[in-house]
C-alpha cells in the first residue's frame, strides 16, 4: 500500500479588521452618493424651490439623510464580510457613572470652544436649514437629537473608527474618523466644527470602547445647538462675539479650555486604552486566519 503524498501547508494570510485606510474613503464615498441621490429624490417629491423649507422638505430631507446611513451601514457590513467585520460594541470596559456625569460639561466646554470657528465668518449654507428644523420640537428632537447622532456613531465611531484603531495608530485612526464626519456635512463652518467634535468623540471612544457615551455626548451637543437657534439673540448672530463682550469671552475660553483639559487629563491617567480598540505590538490586527483560494 503506497504512502499517502503529504502536501506542505498552504501559507496563511491576515487580514486587516474593516476598514483600512482606502476603504474608509470609498465607505465615505458611498454614504455622499446615496445622500444625493435619496436627498435628490426627497427634493423632487416635495416640490417647492432651492431654498424654500416647507414642513414636508424637511421631513423628506431629514429622512433621507438617515436612510443614507442606514443604507451605507448595510453595504459595509456586506464588504466587510462576516471574517472583517469589526463588530459593534455598545459599552466599553470601562463604563462608569462618572463618565455620564461628565458628559454635559464636555459638552459645554467643547461647545465654548468650538464658538471660535464663528469668528472666521466661513460660509455656512446649512444654518438655514437647521434654523427651520429647529422650529419644530418633534423633528428636531426625533431626528436632531435622536436619529442622527445615533446613526452617525454607529457609522463613524462603531464602525469606521473602531476597525481603525486596530489597523493604524490611534492618531491616524482618530483623525480619518473625524476628517471624514467633517465632510459629511459639507459646509466649511460646520465642517470645521464638526470634525473637531469627531476627534473629541473619537478619543473618548478609544480610552472607553463605549459607543453609548459618544451618542450621549452627541445627543446632548444636538440639543443645545438646537435650542440655540431657537433663541431669537442666537439666532440672529454671526459670531460670539454679538452675543457677549471680548472680555466676558476670553474668560469663558479659558474656563471652558481649563475644564475640558482637566477631564482629559483625569481620563487619561485613569483609563487605559479600551482592549477592543488597541492595535497588537505590530500596529495591527488581524482579525482572521484564512487560506488564499486559487
Known amino acids: 500500500m503506497e504512502e499517502p503524498i503529504l502536501l ?3 501559507p496563511l494570510t491576515a487580514l486587516p479588521a474593516y476598514p483600512t485606510l482606502k476603504e474608509s474613503w470609498g465607505a465615505f464615498g458611498w454614504l455622499f452618493l ?3 441621490v435619496l436627498s435628490g429624490g426627497a427634493f ?3 416640490g417647492g424651490r432651492v431654498g424654500t423649507y416647507s ?14 446611513i442606514v443604507a451605507t451601514i448595510w453595504w459595509v457590513r456586506r464588504r466587510a464580510g462576516s471574517l472583517r467585520w469589526p463588530g459593534i460594541a455598545w459599552q466599553g470596559p470601562w463604563e462608569k457613572w462618572q463618565l455620564y456625569a461628565l458628559l454635559p460639561v464636555l459638552v459645554l466646554a467643547q461647545d465654548a470652544l468650538l464658538s471660535v470657528v464663528s469668528l472666521l465668518h466661513l460660509p ?12 419644530y420640537p ?3 428632537l426625533g431626528f436632531g437629537c435622536i436619529a442622527a447622532p445615533v446613526l452617525e456613531e454607529i457609522f463613524f465611531r462603531g464602525i469606521l473608527l473602531k476597525g481603525l484603531l486596530r489597523n493604524y495608530r490611534p492618531a491616524v485612526a482618530i483623525g480619518q474618523s473625524a476628517l471624514l464626519f467633517g465632510l459629511m456635512h459639507m459646509s466649511p463652518a460646520q465642517s470645521i466644527a464638526t470634525a473637531l467634535m469627531g476627534a473629541l468623540s473619537g478619543w473618548l471612544y478609544y480610552r472607553t470602547g463605549s459607543l453609548r457615551l459618544c451618542i450621549g455626548l452627541h445627543m446632548l451637543n444636538n440639543l443645545l445647538a438646537f435650542n440655540g437657534m431657537r433663541h431669537p439673540k442666537l439666532a440672529g448672530s454671526h459670531n460670539i462675539l454679538d452675543v457677549v463682550s471680548p472680555g466676558v469671552y476670553v474668560a469663558l475660553l479659558v474656563v471652558a ?16 486604552p479600551a482592549p477592543s480598540a488597541t492595535p497588537d505590538e505590530n500596529g495591527d490586527i488581524a482579525v482572521a486566519q484564512i487560506s488564499p483560494s486559487y
Open 257 to 272: 479650555a481649563a475644564a475640558l483639559g482637566s477631564i482629559i487629563w483625569w481620563l487619561h491617567r485613569t483609563l487605559p
Open 124 to 135: 455656512s449654507p446649512n444654518d438655514k436649514a437647521y434654523q427651520e428644523i429647529a422650529r
Open 55 to 68: 414642513l414636508g422638505r424637511l421631513v423628506g430631507t431629514a429622512l433621507a439623510s438617515e436612510l443614507a
Open 34 to 36: 446615496i445622500s444625493l
Open 8 to 10: 506542505p501547508a498552504e
Open 138 to 140: 418633534a423633528l428636531m
Open 44 to 46: 423632487a417629491l416635495t
